[in-house]
């Protein structure tokens, strides 16, 4: 079963015997009525399709996703700077999170792109530590010690070239978004062999079916793991000569996916 879902709507659509679009709350698997239902939706960047065996798993899938979304944004607030009172509330509430969901799709977020220098991660562990999140507590440091590997690999995928990506319509970012969102990421971080890292973006395949998308593909796996492990005896796969349309944009040095 195919349904296009919002995650930070905590919506999906799908469609009914007759092909009417039925949207459903995730959260309380009740259908939304038709007035309203745009009330729910989100950013057109927010949308993607997700196939399931059926209805139940594929709304449990987008609830999981929402929850998190929701713990992610929390953990971002509390980065950020609120009252004392209010963080250890929001602490709270990741814990209950984490006991209940795991870690995996949490510490895929936290991961989409790198804390800024001035963010104090330590700090947020320590106030963990202190409110007797362990499990939060544990999260924010595996994420703290692994900034400087993010960093190295979030500078490598900003410098590739610009018309690698001109197959995917949303561009560099719509590629990125979705090796977070499939866990490529998260996996490649501590990654220590060219034929490892290049396997793991590999895995993106999975997400296209138009063959330039997928050539593209090829191409992005095999250029990211050579710049990671640029002494591979492996040299990294050219694209055919670009087009004299392609515009080269210069390539901006902070990740924003």
């Given at each position: ?13 799908t ?20 007035a ?32 998190c979304?929701?713990v992610t ?19 709270d509430?990741?814990?209950r ?7 995996e799709?949490?510490?895929?977020q ?13 700090a947020?562990?320590?106030a ?30 900003l ?10 319509d949303g ?9 977070v ?34 050539a ?11 710049a ?30």
């Amino acid at each position: 079963m195919r349904a296009l879902a919002s995650t930070l709507g905590g919506v999906c659509i799908t469609y009914d015997d007759s092909h009417q679009a039925v949207v459903i709350d995730a959260v309380d698997k009740s259908r939304v009525p038709e007035a309203t239902a745009h009330l729910r939706y989100s950013a057109c960047n927010d949308w993607e399709t997700i196939d399931a065996p059926d209805q139940d798993t594929l709304i449990e899938q987008v609830s999981s996703r929402h929850s998190c979304a929701q713990v992610t944004a929390l953990l971002e607030a509390c980065l950020v700077g609120v009252s004392t009172s209010l963080r250890s509330e929001i602490l709270d509430e990741v814990e209950r999170h984490l006991i209940a969901a795991g870690t995996e799709l949490l510490e895929r977020q936290l991961l989409k792109a790198p804390f800024h220098p001035d963010i104090d991660l330590r700090a947020l562990v320590t106030a963990s530590l202190s409110d007797g999140q362990q499990s939060t507590a544990a999260l924010l440091d595996r994420v703290r010690e692994v900034q400087p590997l993010l960093n190295r690999l979030a500078d490598a995928w900003l410098a590739l070239p610009q018309d690698l990506f001109e197959a995917f319509d949303g561009g560099r970012q719509e590629v990125w978004c979705a090796a977070v969102s499939s866990g490529i990421v998260l996996n490649s971080i501590h990654l220590d062999r060219f034929d490892m890292m290049r396997a793991e973006w590999g895995k993106l395949i999975t997400h296209y079916t138009v063959r330039e998308q997928l050539a593209a593909i090829a191409l992005i796996q095999a250029q990211l793991a050579h710049a990671i492990f640029p002494h591979s005896d492996t040299p990294p796969l050219q694209p055919d000569a670009p087009s004299e349309h392609i515009a080269r944009t210069p390539t901006p040095r902070r990740l924003t996916a």
